[in-house]
């Protein structure tokens, strides 16, 4: 099998489906190959809510299944029975966790991660990009975000961003096409927190509203377009290149009877998440490239990073006294399967944290009157450090002939600090719950397991970053702002794999924006007919 597209398109997850949306809607023939299931649509019928807590059924399937590393995990069994196609199996492709585990959530059905995340949406600023709280000028991003708010407009108007803008500048140039409230239990933790001067900057989530469905709308859009064409249950394993050393297709393996095929295309668009695309990079070694095209710099699967990651979950009970105008909360009409509303809560400003912390975290979540639920989340910026790497042992491969990831993840003091504090942030809030007259404590299972702990659970956010960060020279990075590999251009990375350094906020709204960009860039250069030019 060997036909030339103008493109091929590695993982469909949201990212990837950004890119089909662009690249097929300007013309172009589109490849794309994903290692995952097509979930049926029944999967979407009757969906029980994400954040629906763990039966014991589901414990006892997440147990089985073995699909981390890591038992703690386990306590997310809630993404596990129904979700059970959606991650790849531990055994099936295991990787290596050196330091700290590292909790790789690694998905395996088209659609990626974009099936179960929280869609909580902020916008990044110059400030992130800028990267100055580094106090380093190798962090900042080589561009600036007004060059990417249009297309975050475009994104939440697709999308169908629901919130609400406010009076401390917070994520107020969304584009907000549904109103989204605080519940009435929210509103009275937000009215308490007033009192006290930490942590009162209490903000409507910024959520991402669109239905659930095997096909993301962006991905929809490609597949009308009739130039897309998916192969699934297929696994790149790395790149291919010409006589000239430029990249010119994939070579791909079918999961089910290991048949192995080369595919060419002009264009390959890698968003196969952050870890995996830095893999199928590192696994493409030729003469010219031997220790993988990307990799001249020799920064390929280095910085890589996460957020400081704090959470807390509370299954709470009404008292009968007085309860029943809160049982009675209405559901949110404009989120799909979610009573859920949701708040972000900005980060506490200096004076409220210690002198020397470096870097800012926010606070974000919910609670769920239906389902008797406080669940909390913190994310705090972590620096990008060389020595957090991903390398492959070659000697080790799984059997589709991948070598093994070994992930080496440290968390230095501040970062240790860090999450001292967001706990402490944290605590402060769920005492004001529990002193609300119409809660009644139940459980508090988190708290125990990450206390016991002493430090950040590494990845659990969910939202791994870097290994072939962007730059201004080959020197400084594996690509340019465009998303483009030094070694061979038209390669054009999609993920978060890119971010040369993180926020306080979530990342897939700026990562989909960078798709889209990078994506529109190299269909402008296709069109002027310069393809290999930097
Ligand atoms: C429970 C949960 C909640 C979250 N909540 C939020 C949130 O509220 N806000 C937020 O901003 N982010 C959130 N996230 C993070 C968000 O889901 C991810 O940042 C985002 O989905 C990543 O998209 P992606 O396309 O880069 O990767 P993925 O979704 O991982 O998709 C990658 C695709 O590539 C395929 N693939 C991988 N390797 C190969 C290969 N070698 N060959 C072929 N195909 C391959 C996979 O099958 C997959 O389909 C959450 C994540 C989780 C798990």
């Known amino acids: 099998m060997s036909k030339e597209h103008d493109a091929i398109i590695v993982g469909l997850g949201l990212n990837g489906s950004w890119a089909a949306k662009e690249l097929t809607e300007s013309g172009l023939n589109v490849l794309a190959i994903d290692q995952g299931y097509l979930l049926e649509k029944s ?13 014991m059924k589901d414990k006892f399937f997440s147990l089985k299944s073995k699909i981390f590393l890591n038992e703690k995990q386990h306590k997310n069994a809630l993404l596990f029975r129904r979700w059970k196609k959606l991650w790849q199996k531990f055994y099936i492709d295991p990787f290596i966790s050196k330091i700290e585990n590292f909790e790789w959530y690694r998905s395996n059905a088209i659609g990626g991660r974009g099936h179960v995340w929280g869609r909580v949406s902020p ?151 952050p870890l995996q695309s830095v893999r199928i990079l590192r696994n493409s070694i030729s003469e010219f490239f031997p220790r993988g095209v990307g990799n001249s710099s020799n920064l390929l699967g280095k910085y890589i990073f996460d957020h400081v990651h704090c959470f807390r979950d509370i299954k709470f009970n009404f008292r009968k006294k007085n309860s029943i105008k809160y049982q009675n909360e209405i559901f949110n009409p404009f989120k799909p399967n979610t009573d859920s509303h949701g708040f972000f809560i900005l980060p506490p400003k200096k004076k409220y944290v210690k002198k020397n912390l470096n870097g800012k975290f926010s ?24 020595e957090n790497r991903i390398e492959f042992d070659f ?43 119409y809660v009644k404590k139940k459980s508090d299972f988190n708290k125990i397991l990450t206390h016991k702990e002493k430090k950040p659970l590494a990845g659990s956010s969910s939202h791994e970053m870097g290994g072939a960060r962007m730059g201004t020279t080959n020197k400084n990075s594996v ?16 993920d978060a794999s890119i971010f040369p350094s993180a926020g306080y906020q979530n990342i897939t709204l700026t990562s989909m924006a960078l798709a889209v960009k990078n994506s529109r860039n190299i269909i402008k250069i296709k069109k002027n007919g310069k393809l290999t030019i930097i």
Not at 366 to 382: R, T
Not at 481 to 487: A, F, M, V, Y
């Open 123 to 273: 916008r990044f600023t110059n400030r992130e990009l800028e990267a100055k709280w580094l106090k380093k000028v190798d962090y900042k991003w080589p561009l600036k975000v007004e060059e990417i708010n249009k297309i975050y407009k475009e994104i939440e108007k697709i999308l169908i961003l629901g919130g609400q803008k406010n009076n401390n500048g917070f994520n107020n140039s969304a584009n907000y096409l549904r109103k989204r409230s605080l519940n009435i239990i929210e509103e009275e933790i937000k009215n308490k927190l007033v009192k006290h001067s930490y942590l009162n900057n209490f903000n409507v989530s910024p959520i991402l509203e669109y239905e659930p469905g095997p096909f993301s709308p962006m991905l929809e859009s490609a597949v009308k377009t009739k130039k897309l064409k998916i192969i699934n249950n297929t696994i790149v394993k790395n790149l291919e290149f010409s006589k000239d050393n430029f990249v010119n297709g994939v070579k791909i393996i079918n999961k089910k009877n290991f048949k192995e095929h080369t595919l060419n295309a002009k264009i390959i668009i890698l968003a196969a998440s």
């Open 43 to 55: 999967y979407f019928k009757n969906l029980p809510i994400a954040s629906d807590s763990p039966t």
């Open 479 to 494: 690509v340019n702002k465009d998303g483009r590999l030094w070694d061979s251009p038209n390669v054009i990375i999609c």
């Open 363 to 386: 606070i974000q979540g919910y609670i769920s009157i239906n389902q008797k639920k406080f669940h909390l989340d913190s994310f705090g910026e972590m620096f990008p450090r060389k």
């Open 395 to 437: 000697n080790n491969k799984n059997k589709f002939g991948l070598p093994k990831p070994v992930i080496y993840f440290k968390y230095n003091d501040n970062e240790k600090l860090m999450w001292d504090l967001q706990n402490e942030h944290i605590n402060k809030l769920v005492n004001i719950f529990y002193k609300l007259p």
